[in-house]
């Protein structure tokens, strides 16, 4: 609804961050900004959405979308993002991370450090990537998660993605973190898997932080435990340009 709604002020467009924490989806920070905003006196048909998923076990920005800024969908989703990504290289996981359940890889060397370095090189550029089966993506009508939990895993197509850098921050055995720059559609769980597939070992996503959605990062974020009561147009970012994005 885009009009005035009688008892109702004028809904307000914009944009709020959110510092999402371990355990909500995507949507429960909509969910959240939502209510908070018909708890400020906006009617309960106001538009909120969100520039993009982070899983449930992966915490950092969520870009949400109110009124009008909800047509910002795919420019927002479209923008490069920075990702911290701690990579246990000791288990593997059918969901790629620590949903699933974890087998234990028996290594009698660990990889040294230089080369899990030499290993990351290949993954940098436009490279081909197969997305996990436990994920959003349709086949044939249905969620690749959902035939996964059927006992159906989908083998899904490798398809190409950009992956702008990837650094080594810290490495003691079995967890490499790494600080990933990628575009849209890069998931970082088949990057663990490939990663551990590429050096002989286990490959898991123990943990993801998405720090940077285009120019917006996660400092400027309102941590999602500290929504306040109500949300009203001050709290919200102004209505951007598409290529300010």
Known sequence: MTQDTPGHPPPPSGLLLVDKTRGPT??????????????????KSIKVGHGGTLDPLA???VVVLVGKATKLCDAVMAGEKEYLADVDLSVTSPTQDLEGDLTRIDVASPPSRE??????????????????AHSAMWVNGERAYDLARQGKAPDLPARPVQIHAITLTEYAWPIARLDITCGKGTYI??????????????????????????????????PYDRLPHQITPADLRPLPKPGDL
Do not use: W, Y
Not at 28 to 34: P, T
Not at 115 to 132: K, N
């Open 26 to 43: 995507s949507m429960d920070c909509c969910r959240a900004v939502k209510h908070r905003l018909i708890n400020a006196g906006f009617h």
């Open 189 to 222: 769980r088949s990057l663990a898997r490939d990663l551990g597939e590429a050096l002989g070992v286990g490959g898991c996503l123990a943990s993801l932080r998405r720090t940077r959605s285009g120019r917006f990062r996660v400092e400027e974020a309102t």
């Open 59 to 61: 915490t950092g920005l």
């Open 115 to 132: 080369d899990v370095e030499r290993a990351i090189l290949p993954f940098i550029g436009l490279i081909q990537q197969r997305p996990p």
